[in-house]
């Protein structure tokens, strides 16, 4: 049977239940807390790159636009900087990242393949580098692609 006079002096929670309660609370909190910042780095990390990868099928589908000797460095600085001129502070192109202040630094270089070896210039890499900052730690995309000539521009090449 239950003791009718020991329930009458029971006094409510003691310190150590207190203490404990609270502490089981922090627990929890902390990793629901973790669990959100976690959660949130990689929804931001995820759309930054999605975001950089946009940006690339940009210049690539620019690069297969234009002919083949408008495909140089400063042709497509010049148009991804003309591209976001309003936006600045967001995205730059440049020959180095070291100089760019925005947010997505683009770095284009553009080589020909098989120069050293005096080929005819017929296809170019045309190499895109896109670096911006995360929590303090460096995101970076390089994506690389060939330019070749089209026949009739190989046609023209060798008829001069």
Do not use: C, H, P
């Not at 020991?6 to 203490?19: C, E, H, T, Y």
């Not at 003309?82 to 630094?105: F, P």
């Not at 080589?111 to 460096?138: F, H, P, S, W």
């Amino acid at each position: 049977m239950i003791d009718k006079e020991r329930l009458r002096k029971d006094n409510g929670i003691f310190l150590s239940d207190a203490v404990v309660a609270v502490l089981l609370v922090l627990l929890f909190s902390g990793i629901i807390v973790a669990l959100i910042t976690n959660t949130t780095y990689e929804s931001t990390k995820i759309k930054l790159n999605s975001q950089q990868l946009r940006l690339v099928t940009e210049i690539f589908e620019y690069v297969d636009k234009v002919s083949y000797d408008q495909v140089t460095e400063q042709s497509l600085i010049q148009y991804v900087n003309n591209s976001y001129s309003g936006s600045s502070d967001i995205v730059q192109a440049g020959n180095s990242v070291d100089e760019l202040t925005s947010s997505y630094k683009v770095r284009i270089t553009v080589r020909q393949y098989g120069q050293e070896d005096g080929k005819m210039d017929l296809i170019k890499i045309v190499t895109v580098n896109i670096e911006n900052t995360l929590a303090n730690k460096e995101q970076t995309t390089e994506i690389s692609r060939i330019r070749k000539r089209s026949v009739q521009e190989v046609k023209t090449l060798l008829a001069d």
